[in-house]
């Protein structure tokens, strides 16, 4: 048994617990404890990286007895994409906390206590491979971030989190009926009480009801992620909450409800998933959010609105990606909601240090930032061509291996990705225009540009920015089984059909395949060009007698 998977789950809880016993007076200790958790929560998780084995599918298992009368237990297990997520989530995690050092100042024991809490709650979400223990989670992620907005949040803290957590309440209740639908009719057909995910990948249900489970389904992650039009909780939360809260809701909260799909929805709801009602109702939903994500994000005045709805649009691609049902569109989602982590969340910490020195996010209030802030408006830039897909940088990656997903059922759906990115180019190049580039209002001249923490902050966004940008094949190849997975579960044979290696077969038998093309690939062209060898040299042409005179056709 496996117990470092565990260990990364169990750091930020052991965290929680400590700090229960440090005086709410020492704010020094409390600031230095929760940062050190957290660093540690993210050091735990790179053995995670350099242990993974990308020819395997779920790793680090863990399988304890938990409620046994009901089937459920203590089980966790990683796959590529479940390590994606974890391990951006220690990173995003830690960054977020360190970027609070000077921001919060009330309340300090109990603002880092639902961080952690929360912290326990996401890794609990990407691990868990217990139905049961997955909605534990699930909702156990709820409680925190609703405090934390509406206690740390703006002046209409408390109706942002109370419509959080109603929408997601009321998705979360749905989700529970259609997991109960599921557990139930595994149990009628192998007389088997069980939680355990991979059991009930064989459950085989009736058309109609696996139909009405698959909404349910659909309901509690389109609300999670957020889909159009289920999306009008998020700009309120994302205003409303502090700097860490945005940046912890866009990289990892969203990205539970696209895992939701590709988890769950696709692999164990195949037949529905497939159904062509269902995949063009998701197409035009996800199509219409693109583009109204990126309208709206160029009418906003406050500078963090404009960056809460552009998520909105970026998360469209993810949600496309994904019904495109095709490795391509697959693989490209799963990368972008990993861009979406990194691009959104510098977007957002940038937010957070312009509103530290200012307390105003009003765009207008702005302009001329590069003259007193050189540093802060580099990283402003990055993080804006990020964010709208300028290669070299991670966005172009993702949107690129959408749209060719995308592309692959239907030419419209990349003409809808294509207008996206244009929309995006725009508001994010207007915002920089006006907050960056312009004349210097006398009330900005005394800004500080970006200090120590605040660089230490953004660097590991900028590496992975730059670094995804000019050599992604790392994480597409940690992501490579698990793509294969959700595709092959849908449509299977796909791979075969086309004439692809499937990425699931034993590593021997790929290897041979790949050997016996390339003796293919090279007789063929020994073949040719024996050929072109063997032809017959065309004769030439009598030479023409000196003197003779050459006759010249008349046209």
Not at 371 to 388: C, D
Not at 477 to 504: C, D, F, H, K, Q
Not at 511 to 517: G, I, P, S, V
Request: aromatic share 14%; hydrophobic share 55%; proline share 6%.
């Amino acid at each position: 048994m496996d117990y470092l998977l565990s260990s990364v789950l169990l750091t930020p809880l052991v965290g929680f617990l400590v700090l229960l016993f440090i005086p709410s007076s020492k704010a020094m200790a409390i600031k230095l404890w929760t940062n050190a958790v957290f660093l540690i929560g993210f050091l735990v998780s790179v053995p995670l990286v350099t242990r993974f084995n990308p020819d395997s599918d779920f790793q680090f298992i863990q399988k304890l007895p938990w409620i046994p009368s009901i089937g459920a237990s203590w089980n966790i297990g990683i796959d590529g994409y479940a390590l994606l997520l974890t391990v951006l989530t220690t990173l995003v995690g830690f960054l977020a906390v360190l970027s609070s050092w000077s921001a919060i100042t009330v309340r300090l024991k109990e603002y880092y206590a639902y961080f952690l809490l929360l912290q326990f709650g996401m890794l609990g979400v990407f691990a868990a491979r217990d139905f049961l223990l997955f909605f534990v989670f699930w909702e156990l992620v709820l409680v925190p971030m609703y405090f934390i907005i509406a206690i740390w949040g703006g002046p209409r803290k408390v109706y942002a989190g109370i419509k959080f957590m109603l929408y997601t309440l009321v998705g979360s209740v749905l989700m529970l009926l259609g997991i109960l639908t599921l557990y139930y009719h595994h149990y009628t057909q192998f007389n088997r009480l069980t939680f355990d995910m991979a059991a009930l990948l064989e459950t085989r249900m009736p058309a109609g009801v696996e139909w009405w489970v698959f909404w349910a389904f659909f309901l509690g992650f389109a609300v999670k992620v957020p889909m159009w039009p289920f999306h009008t909780w998020l700009p309120d939360a994302h205003v409303e909450a502090p700097t860490a809260g945005s940046v912890i809701l866009a990289a990892i909260l969203l990205k539970m409800g696209t895992y939701g799909f590709l988890r769950f929805s696709l692999p164990m709801l195949p037949e529905t998933a497939k159904h062509p009602t269902v995949i063009q109702t998701m197409a035009v939903l996800s199509i219409i959010a693109i583009i109204y994500g990126a309208l709206v994000s160029l009418m906003q005045k406050d500078w963090k609105k404009l960056v809460a709805y552009s998520s909105v649009s970026h998360l469209g691609f993810c949600t496309l990606g994904i019904f495109a049902l095709n490795p391509a569109g697959v693989a490209g989602s799963i990368l972008q909601q990993i861009n979406h982590g990194i691009s959104t969340g510098m977007l957002f910490l940038i937010v957070g240090i312009v509103y530290e020195r200012r307390h105003t996010r009003e765009i207008s209030e702005y302009g001329g930032l590069l003259r007193v802030m050189p540093l802060f408006s580099i990283v402003f830039l990055i993080a804006a061509l990020s964010s709208m897909g300028m290669p070299p940088l991670n966005g172009f990656i993702g949107e690129v291996t959408v749209i060719q997903g995308a592309f692959q059922v239907n030419i419209w759906w990349a003409v809808a990705c294509a207008s996206g990115i244009g929309l995006g180019a725009a508001y994010l190049l207007w915002l920089f225009q006006r907050t960056v580039w312009g004349e210097l209002a006398e009330k900005n001249a005394n800004l500080p540009d970006l200090n120590w923490r605040e660089i230490t902050v953004f660097a590991p966004l900028l590496v992975l920015a730059v670094w995804i940008g000019v050599y992604p094949k790392p994480f597409f190849r940690i992501m490579e089984r698990s793509v294969a997975t959700v595709v092959e579960r849908v449509t299977p044979g796909y791979y075969e059909a086309r004439g692809e290696i499937n990425p699931l077969l034993p590593q021997e038998i790929k290897q041979a395949l790949l050997q016996k093309r390339a003796e293919e690939r090279a007789a063929a062209a020994a073949a040719a060009k024996a050929q072109e060898t063997a032809a017959p040299v065309p004769a030439a042409a009598p030479a023409t007698p000196a003197g003779a005179a050459v006759t010249v056709p008349k046209h």
